[in-house]
């Protein structure tokens, strides 16, 4: 049961280019998560951004949330070789817990 | 530093076997989850556990059990192993509380099953 989409599938830049990748979800949410996965290897957590918040910044990494349009973007500036990865979008999870739906993801691929 | 283990990287195993997959957080962390990957699929929640020896079924549980008898280990068990469940694990766990925030996954399983 797939909440989060991610567009496109799979993206391929060149260095230095920005890489946006977008993340629509079906259902109202109190926050958004993105997760990047280096081939082969487990998910390691970017960023959460609050369903009050729209924009938010780490280091190279800007994420925009529109609740309006139930969608989220990750942008990666200035992108280098290191940051070829997929990359999730994570929305709670239905009921109680900590239970979250990941999406299927964007593959980025960045050409040195 | 915050660690998630799993016992294995790559494991192959013969269908009919019993497999064990064991995963070990440092965190103190209440809520621990196993997860199945598969290309196109994404990430499919098996089982997750909120305490000790209590566990909810995720989205795909049928064909596997789990064990949490510890509060840092979650094992996840493949009771009669079958080609359809050759694909990468993962497990993860996440404090308790109130906002549905941030999981800390392990490095991950490839299970094969021949």
């Known amino acids: 049961s797939q909440q989060g989409e991610e567009d496109p599938q799979a993206l391929s830049i060149q260095e230095g280019e920005n890489a946006t990748m977008n993340c629509s979800y079906k259902?109202?949410?109190?926050?958004l998560q993105w997760y990047r996965q280096n081939s082969g290897r487990g998910l390691v957590h970017l960023i959460l951004?609050?369903?009050?918040?729209r924009e938010k910044h780490s280091g190279r990494l800007r994420v925009t949330l529109d609740t309006s349009k139930k969608s989220s973007s990750l942008l990666i500036t200035a992108s280098r070789a290191a940051d070829t990865a997929s990359y999730f979008c994570?929305?709670?999870?239905?009921?109680?817990?900590?239970?979250?739906?990941f999406g299927t993801g964007t593959k980025l691929q960045v050409i040195p | 530093d915050v660690k998630v283990t799993q016992s294995s990287r790559y494991l192959v195993k013969r269908t009919g076997e019993k497999v064990f997959l064991e995963c070990v957080q440092d965190?103190?962390?209440?809520?621990m989850f196993w997860y199945r990957q598969d290309p196109g699929l994404g990430l499919r929640l098996i089982y997750f556990?909120?305490?000790?020896?209590?566990?909810e079924k995720g989205d795909i549980p049928e064909g596997y059990s789990v064990s949490r008898e510890k509060k840092e280990r979650f094992s996840l068990i493949l009771e009669s192993a079958s080609t359809n469940q050759t694909s990468m694990y993962l497990c993860?766990?996440?404090?308790?509380?109130?906002?549905?925030?941030?999981?800390?996954f392990g490095p991950g399983t490839r299970l094969t099953v021949t």
């Open positions: 994570a929305t709670p999870g239905r009921g109680g817990y900590q239970k979250v739906t």
């Open positions: 556990s909120y305490d000790v020896k209590m566990k």
């Open positions: 993860a766990s996440t404090r308790g509380g109130g906002e549905k925030g941030e999981q800390y």
């Open positions: 965190m103190d962390h209440e809520n």
């Open positions: 951004i609050r369903s009050n918040e």
């Open positions: 259902t109202s949410i109190n926050n």
